[in-house]
């Protein structure tokens, strides 16, 4: 009978595989969120001078900050959405070194918006747009 | 079972380098939906809101009219030996009033219910 798996590739893909185990305990993902994102998808509903503050409400929730100027209120939705990754190859020292140093590369990126509605007096929508439309974030530790 | 034994001593000296961890911060007291239901359009007072919530957080005067806002925070953080996720999401009250003091609109939006421990930082 024919060992389809061989001793020494066992051993190898053991060996692999703790490897790859060690590798991980020296990266970190980190996520923060605040409030769900709001997408150009989910305001088309909008319509200048038809749609109400109520609408809008009802669609995306209360806004995070109602302000005024003159005779017309602006309700702003804040969200943020922040990526960090790290790789720390002194971990994998902590295993036969007394010390660990540190030897690290890590990016951090947050991707921040606010959308914002102009209302009227009557509370009726006369604009709305979003304030930063930064670039959506991803997991990268290459920091240069 | 050599396997088994070989992810099991890996498993063991990964995870105490880091543990895991569940936190959870909120700002604010939450709202009681009986409490926002009690308010009534054309009928409730300023005087009568503010004894029943407080003090707002903050009053905006916005085309001619008070509005009383109050907010509340909740956080939630996952903390799993190489994965973390902060979660923050803010429940928020507006409530409008006509000259005359008595309540106009109301605007109430609860995110925090949907607020999740979550690990896994990867995906939505």
Known sequence: MIDRFPRWRRVAAGLCLVMVLLMLTACQWRRLKINDLITPD?????????TSLADVVARLGAPDEITSRENIMVARYRFRDGKYFKIDAGRLLAFWSPVTPEMSMARGQVQTDVFQVVLDAN????????????PTGRFNPWPF | MRYVAMIALALSLSLPLNGCAFFRGHWGEDFDPQDVEYIKKGTTTRAEVAARFGAPDEIVHAAERDIFHYRRYDSKLGYLVIFSRFNIMGDHLYVFFNREGVVDEVVFGKRTDRLKFQIWPFGD
Do not use: L
């Open chain 1, 123 to 134: 509370g009726i929508v006369q604009e709305h747009a979003f304030a930063f439309r930064s």
């Open chain 1, 42 to 50: 989910d305001v088309t509903f909008i319509e200048r001078g038809k």
